[in-house]
């Protein structure tokens, strides 16, 4: 995990922010709490190593993804203790992988990179991702 962790740390700090065009240009944040969400599940424990092994990799793509996209395809929002939280995902297929992309936005906070995950489909066979059936490979 701690090699994984730096990893992620390291293309966070070459980066920081994006100018994505989504939002008109309006920079997303790479900060702590992406770190933190590609990491851990919640304040206690920490996702599978095969799931850190896979946002690791995937985060090159997700960068690729906010860098060039003009539109988002998802948008949600919940009100925890009258703040609002809004998320918006970007889905798209970098290096034949079929990725999503979450954006998140605490009250009238930055916008900031959130999540980096397999986006799947499943059919009668299994699980399929572009062109491999394996989320994890």
């Known amino acids: 995990m701690n090699l994984h962790k730096k990893q992620i740390q390291t293309i966070f700090s070459e980066v920081k922010q994006i100018a994505c065009p989504a939002f008109d240009k309006e920079k997303v944040y790479f900060t702590a709490k992406g ?6 599940k919640n304040s206690r424990s920490k996702r599978d190593s095969k ?15 906010l860098r060039v996209m003009p539109y988002f395809q998802e948008e949600s ?5 009258s703040v609002i939280h809004k998320f918006w995902a970007f889905e798209a ?10 954006i998140r ?7 900031h990179f959130w999540s980096v995950i397999p986006a799947w ?14 989320l994890e490979e």
Do not use: C, M, S, W
Request: net charge positive; hydrophobic share 35%; charged share 35%.
């Open 35 to 40: 770190i933190n969400h590609l990491l851990y």
């Open 51 to 65: 799931r850190i092994e896979t946002n690791t990799r995937l985060l090159p793509g997700a960068i690729k993804v």
């Open 77 to 81: 929002y919940y009100t925890k203790e």
């Open 93 to 102: 297929v970098v290096d034949d992988r079929r990725i999503k992309v979450v």
């Open 105 to 111: 936005q605490v009250g009238k906070g930055q916008k």
């Open 121 to 134: 489909r499943k059919d009668r066979f299994g699980i399929l991702n572009a062109k491999k059936r394996n």
